[in-house]
């Protein structure tokens, strides 16, 4: 799991090299349909990697992005635009509910993508074009770098067939491309820097039974995703919450047993995180912040203070990483092996995934 953290920089940039090829059938198919909104479907990783490309996608198109799970879709939603793109994402491709959303997309005759790394996805056969996510089979659990590989390819989709349309142009392209470098160019140091903290923070964390992660604007995607990636493998309670939901309610739970996380990427909403941290501190001692140095005075071993780029639309795939660090590391001190589920069949026992073996993902390709 280490391994494909570190993997992360490269994988983006092998999408973003090789993405007119990777993106080419999903062009080809539909440089010529007149689309005027998207939904994105996915459970778990993949419903927050379309989260996470969201707002790129919306300043991009300038069209409507729906991110939602694929049963609320195909059982909630009743009112259409035929003139609507689903697009349904499972890394591994088994999983029957996105499945479920692409057959409803279909019967409300809608267009259809589908999005998976597995080659013989089950997803692919449910949806008009098939693109694969280029990450390599990720042999764990716990999902690492397909989560931003996810994030890359689905943008990746849309900005080539922008281009194809005429929505954008290439300079345009040109400076999202640079943005999305500079951070892919910063992932080794964050990795680096959180792999400390966490040697830091580590014997005063791994007692933890109630972890909280809290964050904002672009970063929320990266709340929900370490929140899910922690307990999937410290597998101890992890909620996720905005910070403004936070402090609706949810800080009247508060107590010294509580672990919280800070994601507190840049904008208004920092300073507001480091009052939060002073006034929690008088209940909890155990805060983790997570940011760049600038506007911080306090300075402590529980804070990862580190020269983040920042960027509004693509520091999510920065953001992640400290969680995907302690969801690595914190198992393996705790005496977890998060490889092993509790119970290996539970997908086909409650019928969530297509699955020919017990794995949660499919065998390496020969």
């Known amino acids: 799991m280490y391994d494909y953290i570190c993997e992360t920089p490269v994988v983006l940039r092998g999408i973003i090299e090789n993405r007119k090829e990777i993106t080419k059938e999903f062009v080809e198919y539909f440089k010529d349909k007149n689309i005027e909104q998207i939904y994105v479907l996915g459970s778990g990783t993949s419903y927050h990697a379309g989260l996470s490309a969201k707002n790129y996608l919306e300043e991009l198109l300038n069209r409507k992005v729906f991110c939602m799970y694929p049963t609320q879709f195909a059982r909630s939603e009743k009112v259409f635009n035929k003139n609507t793109l689903v697009i349904g994402m499972s890394q591994g491709g088994q999983s029957l509910s996105t499945v479920e959303g692409l057959d409803a997309a279909i019967a409300e005759g809608l267009y259809t993508a589908a999005v998976s790394e597995n080659p013989t996805a089950l997803v692919f056969e449910h ?7 280029e990450v390599g089979n990720e042999k764990c659990g716990a999902k690492t770098k397909g989560y931003a590989g996810t994030t890359v390819t689905l943008m990746m989709m849309l900005t080539e067939l922008a281009l194809a349309k005429g929505i954008t142009d290439q300079a345009t392209v040109d400076a999202y491309l640079k943005r999305m470098n500079k951070v892919i160019d910063n992932l080794g140091n964050v990795t680096k820097a959180a792999t400390e903290w966490y040697g830091r923070i580590k014997e005063e964390f791994l007692p933890a039974k109630r972890i909280i992660v809290v964050g904002y604007d672009g970063m929320y995607a990266d709340v929900l995703e370490g929140a899910l990636k922690v307990l999937e493998t410290v597998r101890q309670g992890v909620t996720g919450y905005d910070i403004e939901e936070f402090f609706h309610g949810i800080y009247n739970s508060i107590t010294d047993s509580a672990h919280i996380f800070y994601l507190a990427s840049k904008g208004d909403y920092k300073p507001r995180v480091l009052k ?50 302690v969801a690595c590391l914190a198992p393996q001190d705790l005496g977890i092996n998060p490889d092993i589920p509790k119970d290996p069949n539970f997908h086909v026992r409650i019928g969530s995934k297509k699955l020919d073996g017990v794995r949660d993902h499919y065998p390496a390709e020969k």
Request: aromatic share 14%; with cysteine.
């Open 127 to 133: 949806a008009d074009t098939k693109t694969r996510i």
């Open 276 to 325: 939060l941290i002073e006034i929690l501190s008088d209940w909890t001692p155990h805060n983790y912040f997570i940011g760049s140095p600038e506007g911080v005075e306090e300075h402590n071993d529980k804070y990862l203070l580190c020269d983040f780029v920042e960027d509004p639309l693509f520091s999510a795939w920065e953001y992640i990483i400290p969680m995907q660090v």
